[in-house]
């Protein structure tokens, strides 16, 4: 573990190159075998790996002494109201929750939602607990205990974050500037989970947050017959663009804006 506090910003990269390695275990093959539908099967697949890397990263998290600063202590919660900041920005990435609105309760209530629902659970598990509770604590850690500026280490955690999303080129439901455009997205996102986390010590109403975000905007992968426009994939119109850009700089700002380290040595 002290190769984690000396080189953290590799030791991340390795721990990102180690979860996308384990996410190409072809479990669904013999979950198949065994009789599961399709569906289920690649639902099942990530929800088994998810937890798998989510349990490595925990492991690493109360070896390395990083529990306190990754937010695991349920005890240990700071102003609260932060976390009413990151209200506006749920429903504005899900659309007001409006795709569910789409979907007929026949087939949105079913044990497939139910399952894709865990595994949207599991994501937002898995994403914050391996790069705001580990990777960001890991590269933050000597930084906040010496008192030094926090900001570069910040910047390159939020960084790995959204650059890990280049693994969705070989998702079929994004292009390449969809996957452009959800790099930077992911970056703020990430840098304003990041400041919250900081602010509050807490990481568990921030992993239900990105539970919620990422079921609401994946949904339609799993009834792409109710949104065939998004999987057709049309180009966004400039203004469109212009729109979106100026929202993820706003989001990337009110990270900064919140921002406020621990104490010196409150690790």
Known sequence: MRYIREHPVICSLGFVLMVIAIHQIPVYLFLEYAGMAAAMANLTDKIILNLLVTGIALYIIFAAGLTSLAGLRISRMQSPQVYLTLLPYLLIFTAGFGSLRLIRSEDLFTALTAVFLLKSLTVGLLEEV????????????????????????????????????????????????????????????????????????????????????????????????????????????????IASLIFTILLFGSAFGSLSPPEKGKL
Not at 191 to 215: E, Q, W
């Open 130 to 241: 391996v790069f705001r509770g580990f990777i960001q604590s890991a590269i933050l850690q000597k930084d906040i205990a010496t008192g030094k500026n926090i900001l570069p280490g910040f910047i390159k955690a939020a960084l790995i974050f959204g650059c890990a999303h280049i693994i969705n080129l070989d998702d079929p439901h994004f292009s390449l500037s969809g996957v452009l455009s959800q790099i930077f997205a992911a970056t703020c996102l990430g840098a304003l989970f990041g400041a919250v986390l900081l602010r509050t010590g807490n990481i568990y109403p921030i992993v239900f947050i990105h539970f919620l975000i990422s079921f609401s905007t994946l949904i339609g992968t799993l009834f792409p017959q109710y949104f065939p426009e998004k999987i057709a994939g049309p180009e966004e119109s400039v203004s469109n663009m």
